[in-house]
T-cell receptor, first 114, second 115 residues
Framework: SQQGEEDPQALSIQEGENATMNCSYKTSINNLQWYRQNSGRGLVHLILIRSNEREKHSGRLRVTLDTSKKSSSLLITASRAADTASYFC??????????????FGKGTKLSVKP | DTGVSQNPRHKITKRGQNVTFRCDPISEHNRLYWYRQTLGQGPEFLTYFQNEAQLEKSRLLSDRFSAERPKGSFSTLEIQRTEQGDSAMYLCARASTGPDTGELFFGEGSRLTVL
């Protein structure tokens, strides 16, 4: 079953611009994660935000979480061509189990043109 | 480097053949996961090991699929009598050390093409 749903499905911007991706989920969570995947490669963990946090920063990344709206956003500032990748949000399963049994959305495909 | 090595990176096989993928975490991490990712989709959880014990299995893991982690270090995922629908990227991940926060570190994956 799908928990997270990213929006937009695809995003094309120029280098230097900011990129914003959104994720909506269905059930209560205790944390939400964002991952990046370059074409044909494995996923890279970017950031984890807990349910009691509203905003978190890591370098050029800024993640927000609104538990009342069941949504999160990932902002990449001053984008670079190397940021071209697919970005996924992931949440733990409802009802318990290992926290690593993640449910991923379909992802946002970001293309940054030089 | 995420500390997870997967082999082979690519496998092309004919329908009906058996295939095996191997995952080697760099050191002994007690929590290890397998995921499957089809084209244009996010990864889907298959199974989870804590040490050598397989604690969770997804309904996606049909009886043609079997995973093992015999000594709590490397793990294998075998698919018997492959079908075209098995074509996908198979990803292995280790959990971060310490409390189970769900942060995963993925290998580069093994891409399976069933002809």
């Amino acid at each position: 079953s799908q928990q997270g749903e990213e929006d937009p499905q695809a995003l094309s911007i120029q280098e230097g611009e900011n990129a914003t991706m959104n994720c909506s989920y269905k059930t209560s969570i205790n944390n939400l994660q964002w991952y990046r995947q370059n074409s044909g490669r494995g996923l890279v963990h970017l950031i984890l935000i807990r349910s009691n946090e509203r905003e978190k920063h890591s370098g050029r990344l800024r993640v927000t979480l609104d538990t009342s709206k069941k949504s999160s956003s990932l902002l990449i500032t001053a984008s670079r061509a190397a940021d071209t990748a697919s970005y996924f949000c992931a949440t733990p399963p409802p009802g318990g189990g290992s926290q690593g049994n993640l449910i991923f959305g379909k992802g946002t495909k970001l293309s940054v043109k030089p | 480097d995420t500390g997870v090595s997967q082999n082979p990176r690519h496998k092309i096989t004919k329908r009906g053949q058996n295939v095996t993928f191997r995952c080697d975490p760099i050191s002994e991490h007690n929590r290890l996961y397998w995921y499957r990712q089809t084209l244009g989709q996010g990864p889907e959880f298959l199974t989870y090991f804590q040490n050598e014990a397989q604690l969770e299995k997804s309904r996606l893991l049909s009886d043609r699929f079997s995973a093992e982690r015999p000594k709590g270090s490397f793990s294998t995922l075998e698919i018997q009598r492959t079908e075209q629908g098995d074509s996908a990227m198979y990803l292995c991940a280790r959990a971060s050390t310490g409390p189970d926060t769900g942060e995963l570190f993925f290998g580069e994956g093994s891409r399976l093409t069933v002809l």
